[in-house]
């Protein structure tokens, strides 16, 4: 197994390390200097810039502050008229957005061994760390720096634990709550789950769901009187997020939660799959539920439908046409794999965005979300297979 990384930095005048937590998957940074509360935003603004961390050893929420005096920096900075070009312009737009959070992620703060942050006004965070970390080893001594974790994910985390304690409420549920774990896709943007909720059922005795994250589609076709649900999953986080959840409303009887890539086992009159919306790589490991490279899980799902289909079944494919808007799937390609895989179109539902960037015009891709419409596509084998 390789060796966990490691952070280093020099600390009067000793070095010393420290385990490097990334959610994002980023490396350590190769140069850390200490930080607190004398240090001013420019000097800090750039260090930074220049590939610098700062680990801090001040007041926390004087932390916070600065924080928010680089974003400002960040945001302050001349921006180029956006490109005509809607695939160029969201490229640009993701780079833009990559090298805003590499810059704010060079903001470190420690973690003791019981995963408490050390520092003076330092909110206690050691619930959301262990529910995204794991229990913590208690091994160093109590205030040591056991791990650095950069503030920007340890404000993330904290805000995680909160949509996880409290739920996201579901309308299509009777207003009952979904809780999200970190990293597991929140159903916060509800519009798929509104379709699933209302399009017409083919049968009721059997249902997969593909790729099942926190389990609310699973949840609402039980609920819609599916006796039976099988849900799918590989990412640990998310079978467990769904185990919880589908046992908190009172379905688990009747939703099997199973690890696996994509299908399970078998056949049935209903197989619904809610795939990441765009085809285009992800930055960090939870993004994997926006960002679907090469169309990977879209084109698995559809590829391998058919064959898990029994005679007359449909398949729903939940798909936003953001990726047609801003240029990086066209409609033709998407109905050329349909084709493709034997399948046929035999209804379409769909629902427009209810979330504030739809409307939101100084976003640099408004032009593409105020036009997004996402659809509930009906499909079912094709009688000849070919």
């Not at 086992?265 to 090469?294: M, Q």
């Not at 998407?334 to 629902?351: E, K, M, N, Q």
Request: include cysteine; charge should be neutral.
């Amino acid at each position: 197994m390789n060796a966990p990384p490691v952070v280093a930095w020099t600390e009067a005048d000793e070095a010393r390390t420290a385990a490097w937590r990334s959610e994002s998957g980023a490396p350590p940074p190769g140069r850390v200097v200490i930080a607190d509360d004398r240090m001013k935003a420019d000097a800090a603004y750039k260090l930074v810039c220049e590939g610098t961390a700062l680990l801090w050893r001040g007041d926390f929420h004087n932390a916070r502050q600065m924080l928010a005096a680089l974003a400002r920096r960040i945001d302050r900075r001349p921006r180029k008229a956006p490109p005509t070009d809607p695939a160029l312009a969201f490229h640009r737009h993701r780079a833009a957005q990559n090298q805003r959070a590499r810059i704010l992620g060079m903001l470190l703060v420690p973690l003791d061994a019981e995963l408490a942050v050390p520092l003076p006004r330092a909110p206690d965070v050691r619930a959301a760390c262990a529910q995204a970390y794991g229990q913590p080893s208690g091994s160093a001594a109590p205030g040591a720096t056991a791990s650095v974790v950069s503030l920007r994910e340890l404000l993330g985390l904290v805000g995680a634990y909160e949509w996880r304690r409290k739920g996201v409420e579901i309308p299509a549920l009777g207003g009952d709550r979904i809780h999200p774990y970190y990293g597991v896709f929140s159903p916060a943007r509800g519009e798929y789950v509104d379709l699933v909720a209302e399009a017409p059922l083919p049968a009721t005795e059997l249902a997969f769901d593909i790729g099942t994250g926190t389990g609310v589609l699973a949840t609402v076709l039980a609920r819609r009187g599916v006796r039976r649900v099988v849900a799918t999953d590989q990412d640990p986080r998310a079978l467990a997020c769904a185990r919880e959840n589908t046992a908190r409303l009172g379905v688990a009887d009747r939703v099997e939660i199973v690890e696996a890539d994509l299908f399970p086992e078998g056949r049935a009159p209903l197989v619904v799959c809610n795939p990441p919306w765009v085809p285009a790589k992800p930055s960090a490991p939870v993004e994997y539920a926006v960002y679907d490279p090469g169309s990977r899980m879209l084109r698995g799902f559809l590829n391998g439908l058919a064959d898990h289909l029994t005679p007359g079944g449909e398949g729903w494919l939940i798909l936003s046409d953001l990726a047609e808007h801003l240029g990086l799937r066209p409609r033709a390609e998407l109905l050329a794999a349909f084709d493709a895989a034997g399948l046929t179109v035999v209804g379409r539902h769909d629902i427009a965005p209810r979330h504030p960037r739809a409307r939101d015009a100084s976003d640099p891709l408004h032009a593409a979300r105020s036009a997004e419409v996402t659809s509930l596509w009906r499909l079912t084998a094709r009688a000849d297979g070919v």
